[in-house]
């Protein structure tokens, strides 16, 4: 999921590059978005781990 986040903060650069300034708004919030998630689902995956007693897989 942090692969999508990166590939939409690509994007909106490219397009700010570009001058396309809708287009970079939106990607640049799809980034967001998606980042925030993927912090949520590793927080709520670790403390779940943890609850379980397993240690973490490096």
């Known amino acids: 999921m942090i692969g999508w986040a990166i590939t939409f903060l690509?994007?909106?650069?490219?397009?700010?590059l570009l001058g396309f300034g809708g287009?970079?708004?939106t990607a640049m919030e799809a980034a967001?978005?998606?980042f925030?998630?993927?912090i949520?689902?590793?927080?709520?995956?670790a403390i779940f781990g943890l609850m379980r007693g397993r240690s973490p897989r490096i």
Do not use: H, W
């Open 40 to 45: 949520v689902l590793f927080a709520v995956s």
């Open 10 to 16: 690509v994007v909106a650069l490219v397009a700010a």
């Open 32 to 34: 967001k978005i998606v």
């Open 23 to 25: 287009i970079a708004g």
């Open 36 to 38: 925030f998630v993927a």
